[in-house]
């Protein structure tokens, strides 16, 4: 272990990235990304309020009608029934106000290895958003550019139009992440846990209380919120580092593998307090996952990345849609299909480097 | 628990049905930020406090680090002092070595401060604290000063226990203020020390190795145990340029009332503090990859 080894830890791309001749799928993506959700009109999801499908904004160029049409079968969502959506999400960003996030040929190198390379993105405001991929895709990295975390050392990074690279402090303050691991103190209680980052977000004193019982409330753990965070369950810890991040009142929720490692029943828990309180606040969450089923489930729009380059983005009807056409059969595709199709044949288990795989072990163990 | 009211309050922007969210109106709007000297003491506060927080919930730390401190006052301070082997003008040597045990025992725990940094990264919640509104100096002020507040805690039970064994120690309330600054300033020091370490090193194996050749030795080279004059020339200048020996120096001038060069002691523990600051906040970037 040489210190050498050590910046590239997470970001265990591959050295051949390209071999696989997968050029088509990445030039695909870029067309797309350039196409967000940005001309979204918000009028069009407050009418039609009462069909989940319809809150998907769909990229102004790749709306077909029959795209269109399959997200809004594609995409339903089970967590929530129609009757339980609210007529006006609060906050609702004005149109034409900026992108949640906007990257624009994004590349980081960890040594030799190209972890992320030249990812355009752009995520609109109050959408869900999935980023998607292996371990080892350089879904980690872009999280980390965006969250300021690392530099940004080609490319631009805005964060509803500030620059992560440059205004730091101002692009921290929208954020509410989430990180990997199980990131809660099991020193502290609960209440104490969110308490720390009401302190570190200046919430004022005399509001802390009040804000923390409400952060504590919208993830159901009122009852939990005075004993230590380590007797908590795996799903516990998730729904406490999700209130953690709320009490801010962030703009943009950053989750990066928020389920990794829970079971079924928490996984479906730790999404349903995420679509509520999105719903509730109107806040836009970027999320990474490798878990491609939730990803179908419960985001407008994915990017599908792959040995650091986005290899398709749309909404998961559209792509699925889109392989359905290719294929010319009647079968329909999941959003793994759609995956294993633009990936390639590069889907070995080389992903994922000795440390990031412990690191995963480890998370799952004290999720356990 | 589905049921929504009967009547949506009209036009209320953030009244919400959903389940199971209820209540979120304080959720909506961002806290006003703090600016200028505010946000460094905010935060200090904050990570002073979390330290407060887990002791209170287990205090088990606590008891186990009296242990090491006790067995030097106990066997090393008695027994020394019948052998009269160091001189120590005027007080009994007991006396004389107690506020050395007390900053020993607090440079001991600053030192191990930068494992749970490496402990604190590898978990995720240093990365969630990279990510708020703190700048990096500030969050190092923080947990210096959170190490600061642990080595007070721990100079307090030396205190006691040197009381109980006799050790004749001031209670004037000034002196023993000063007291807990040169603590919080020689724990900011040696915590920052610690935490430039993990920056360079960033595994806890190593920082373990690490801690462990240099603590010693910083005892050692130091006044802690025995005069400066006693001393080979070599291990003179070492002791010199050690921030701990300003730190006993400057405890045993308040506690035992002896000759002591205060202003000199907290000027050099204030630099050093400053120093190691400005030094692991700049390294920090390292463990936020």
């Known amino acids: 272990m040489s210190d050498e080894e050590r910046p590239r830890a997470d970001a265990n791309a591959d050295v051949g990235a390209g071999v696989n001749g997968n050029a088509g799928g990445g030039a695909n993506a870029n067309e797309n990304a350039g196409g967000g959700a940005n001309g979204n009109p918000t009028g069009a999801e407050t009418e039609a309020g009462a069909d989940p499908g319809s809150l998907t904004p769909t990229g102004a160029d790749a709306a077909t009608p029959t795209a269109a049409d399959a997200t809004r079968t594609g995409a339903t969502r089970t967590g929530a029934t129609p009757a339980e959506r609210p007529a006006t999400p609060a906050e609702r960003p004005a149109p034409g106000s900026p992108d949640a996030v906007v990257c624009a040929g994004l590349s980081y190198v960890f040594g030799e290895t190209r972890a992320v390379d030249r990812v355009d993105l752009r995520v609109g405001a109050g959408e869900v958003f999935g980023l998607l991929g292996p371990n080892g895709a350089g879904k980690t990295t872009v999280i980390r550019c965006m969250t300021t975390l690392l530099p940004v050392p080609s490319g631009k990074v805005t964060v509803f139009g500030h620059d992560a690279a440059k205004e730091a402090m101002a692009v921290r303050r929208l954020l509410g992440y989430v990180p990997q691991q199980l990131s809660a103190d099991g020193g502290l209680t609960g209440r104490e846990n969110v308490t720390l980052f009401a302190r570190v977000f200046d919430v004022s004193r005399k509001e802390r209380a009040a804000r923390v019982q409400q952060a504590l409330e919208a993830v159901d753990l009122l009852e939990s919120a005075d004993r230590l965070a380590k007797t908590y369950s795996g799903g516990m810890v998730r729904r406490l580092e999700l209130a953690q991040a709320l009490v801010s009142a962030p703009r943009l929720l950053m989750l990066d593998e928020p389920t990794i490692g829970l079971d079924p029943i928490a996984r479906t828990s730790v999404w349903e307090h995420i679509d509520a309180v999105r719903r509730a606040t109107g806040m836009t969450v970027l999320v990474t996952t490798h878990y491609m089923d939730e990803a179908d489930q419960y985001c407008d729009r994915v990017a599908l990345m792959h040995r650091g380059r986005i290899r398709a983005l749309g909404t998961p009807g559209e792509l699925k849609a889109d392989l359905r056409e290719r294929r010319a059969d009647d079968s329909e595709p999941t959003l793994e299909d759609v995956f294993r199709d633009v990936a390639g044949s590069g889907l070995g288990d080389e992903g994922g480097d000795f440390r990031s795989v412990r690191s995963t072990r480890r998370t799952a163990t004290r999720v356990g | ?289």
Not at chain 2, 38 to 49: I, T
Not at chain 2, 213 to 236: D, E, K, R
Not at chain 2, 242 to 270: I, K, M, Q, W
């Open chain 2, 1 to 289: 628990m589905s049921e929504a009211p009967a009547a949506p309050r009209p036009g209320s922007a953030d009244a919400t049905t959903a389940r199971p969210v209820d209540q979120l109106d304080l959720l909506l709007t961002p806290p006003t930020p703090r600016s200028g000297w505010r946000v460094p003491a905010a935060r200090a506060w904050a990570m002073c406090l979390v330290e407060l927080q887990k002791l209170r919930h287990d205090r088990t730390e606590l008891y186990t680090r009296a242990v090491q401190p006790a067995l030097w006052l106990l066997i090393f301070g008695e027994t020394f002092t019948r052998i009269h082997a160091i001189p120590t003008p005027g007080v009994p040597y007991l006396d004389y070595l107690a506020p050395g045990i007390i900053a020993q025992s607090a440079m001991f725990i600053a030192i191990f401060y930068g494992i749970m940094i490496i402990w604190e990264r590898d978990a995720g919640v240093l990365t969630k604290l990279l990510v708020t509104p703190t700048p990096r100096a500030a969050l190092i002020t923080g947990k210096a000063f959170a190490a600061g507040v642990k080595s007070v805690i721990q100079a307090v039970v030396v205190v006691v226990l040197a009381a109980i064994l006799g050790v004749s120690l001031t209670w004037n309330p000034l002196k023993l203020l000063g007291v807990v600054v040169a603590v919080i300033l020689g724990s900011a020091f040696f915590s920052c020390l610690s935490m430039s370490i993990a920056g360079i090193v960033l595994t806890r194996d190593r920082l373990m190795g690490i801690g462990q050749a240099i603590t010693m030795p910083l005892f050692f080279a130091s006044n802690a145990l025995y005069p400066v004059a006693v001393m080979p020339g070599w291990l003179q200048v070492l002791s010199r340029i050690n921030p701990l020996s300003y730190e006993v120096d400057a405890l045993r001038g308040l506690l035992l009332g002896t000759h002591a060069h205060l202003l000199l002691d907290f000027g050099v523990l204030l630099v050093a503090a400053l120093a190691g600051i400005t030094a692991a906040s700049s390294l920090l970037g390292r463990l936020a990859r």
